[in-house]
């Protein structure tokens, strides 16, 4: 069935140092992949985006990477700042027809001051 | 900056009771969803909702679950009778004529005993 695997599961980076999260998508069809950011007792929050067609992203100090033929996407976070730390979730869109999206474990990331 | 919005915050029942969470998704917004997280898990589909009617719905959405839009801006997830399994974060989420982009609440963190 449809998966998103997410890497890695808890990543800690001094502050300044940048920051990536992988995920790998199971559906050749998804075609949307956003990044959220939930911070403690709050909702996700949409950070980035990258649609199919497009392989790389970027928004200020955050950036996604989008690999179709190997079905990756990755998160890049330069210059990080203790702000940053959060729990960050990749999702793929569902199949063909589906506007459902499938989400990634999340990944637990502290900037160290 | 318009945002979901969802009441209430917290909700503690007791297992067999039913419970109602009430989500204000962003005004112009046609398509409607709700996810759940159980704690310490990724964020999974429930259901969409377009046009009054359910889109797509997850295993998880059994009988014992409904959704509704009462009126021209609130729509609403009901459990019938809670299980303890059912304790999770609710998230409501909406998104615009495009589809792609969904926009999450702050979610109602419901308690089963």
């Known amino acids: 069935g449809e998966n998103v695997e997410q890497h890695p599961s808890t990543l800690s980076v001094q502050e300044g140092d940048s920051a990536v999260i992988k995920c790998t998508y199971s559906?050749?069809?998804?075609?949307?992949f956003p990044w959220y950011k939930q911070e403690l007792g709050k909702g996700p929050q949409l950070i980035i985006d990258i649609r199919s067609n497009v392989g790389e992203k970027k928004d200020q100090r955050i950036a996604v990477t989008l690999n179709k033929t190997a079905k990756h996407f990755s998160l890049h976070i330069t210059e990080t700042q203790p702000e940053d730390s959060a729990v960050y979730f990749c999702?793929?869109?569902?199949?063909?027809?589906?506007?459902?999206?499938?989400f990634g474990t999340g990944t637990r990331l502290k900037v160290l001051a | 900056e318009p945002e979901v919005t969802q009441t209430p915050s917290h909700q503690v029942t007791q297992m067999g009771q039913e419970v109602i969470l009430r989500c204000v998704p962003i005004?112009?917004?046609?398509?409607f969803y709700w996810y759940r997280q159980i704690l310490g898990q990724k964020v999974e589909f429930l259901v969409s909702?377009?046009?009054?009617?359910?889109?797509?719905k997850s295993e998880i959405f059994d009988d014992q679950f409904s959704v509704e839009r009462p009126d021209g801006s609130n729509f609403t997830l009901k459990i019938r009778s809670t299980k303890l399994e059912d304790s999770a974060m609710y998230f409501c989420?909406?998104?615009?004529?495009?589809?792609?982009?969904?926009?999450f609440g702050p979610g109602t963190r419901l308690l089963v005993l």
């Open positions: 559906d050749s069809a998804s075609n949307y």
């Open positions: 909702f377009y046009n009054n009617e359910i889109s797509e």
């Open positions: 999702a793929a869109s569902g199949s063909s027809g589906t506007y459902k999206y499938i």
């Open positions: 989420a909406s998104s615009g004529g495009g589809r792609e982009t969904q926009y």
């Open positions: 005004s112009n917004h046609l398509y």
